[in-house]
């Protein structure tokens, strides 16, 4: 089956799971398998701009990542700074790409913090491409941010209660667009990702597939299944 416009999913998101299992596997030191699994989120950009995916999500770092042990947590706050200041740095690829943070990214230091706003400040009118890096991320999180949000709104007489409606709450979510398409690696479940925006995505497990092992030809794959399935949307 070749690709065509038709069946290219618009909005892929990506949980990525098996870091640390696939450091175990190859031998190496737990903390190596991030670096691996950093390395694979950058050819996944470059393989969804190839195929025409126009936006991208990927689960880089929950809520939840945060009780980790302060070692791993440490090292993967510094690789956050690396990357994002080698995505900064690579003028060619920012030309099309708009990057967005979705999430509680308060909850991290202030060095990540001001790299993470610096790349939306100097992205937001870039296209046609986007990438969402998901940190500090909990479905549930985003779903009671949005309501207090919305309950603020109406104390301050901005909005009125009868007014409230899906197309109201879904302006006050993270992220507004919704994913046509998500893939898990490692695992068989969601873990609260994109809780509101999933309610109609098609999903594709890859439990036997650790991030890290993730290759195109698995992209490829998980988008000739999303082409043959048929979405009806409720209807």
Request: charged fraction near 30%; aromatic fraction near 10%; proline fraction near 2%.
């Given at each position: 089956m070749k690709l065509t416009e038709k069946i290219i999913p618009k909005h892929i998101g990506i949980i990525l799971d098996g870091n640390r299992r696939y450091a175990e596997k190859m031998g190496i030191n737990p903390l190596e398998g991030h670096e691996v699994g950093y390395e694979k989120v950058k050819k996944t950009m470059d393989w969804c701009k190839e195929l025409g995916v126009k936006e991208l999500t990927v689960y880089t770092f929950s809520t939840e990542n945060f009780a980790r042990p302060k070692k791993e947590v440490s090292f993967l706050m510094k690789l956050f700074e690396k990357a994002f200041k080698e995505l900064r740095d690579d003028k060619k690829k920012l030309k099309e790409l708009r990057i967005r943070f979705i999430g509680r990214i308060s909850m991290f230091s202030r060095t990540v913090q001001k790299i993470m706003n610096e790349l939306m400040d100097i992205t937001i009118n870039n296209?046609?491409?986007?990438?969402?890096?998901?940190?500090?991320?909990?479905?549930?999180?985003?779903?009671?941010?949005?309501?207090?949000?919305?309950?603020?709104?109406?104390?301050?007489?901005?909005?009125?209660?009868?007014?409230?409606?899906?197309?109201?709450?879904?302006?006050?979510?993270?992220?507004?667009s919704y994913p046509d398409l998500i893939i898990r690696t490692s695992e068989s479940r969601l873990s609260g990702f994109l809780m509101y925006q999933s309610a109609y995505s098609e999903i594709i497990f890859l439990p036997d597939k650790l991030w890290p092992e993730f290759e195109?030809?698995?992209?490829?794959?998980?988008?000739?299944?999303?082409?043959r399935r048929n979405r009806r949307f409720g209807k």
């Open positions: 296209g046609p491409y986007t990438i969402n890096f998901a940190m500090g991320y909990g479905g549930r999180s985003e779903i009671v941010d949005a309501t207090k949000k919305i309950i603020q709104q109406v104390k301050d007489g901005k909005l009125d209660i009868n007014d409230i409606n899906e197309e109201n709450f879904k302006k006050n979510l993270y992220l507004q195109k030809d698995d992209l490829i794959k998980c988008i000739e299944e999303f082409s």
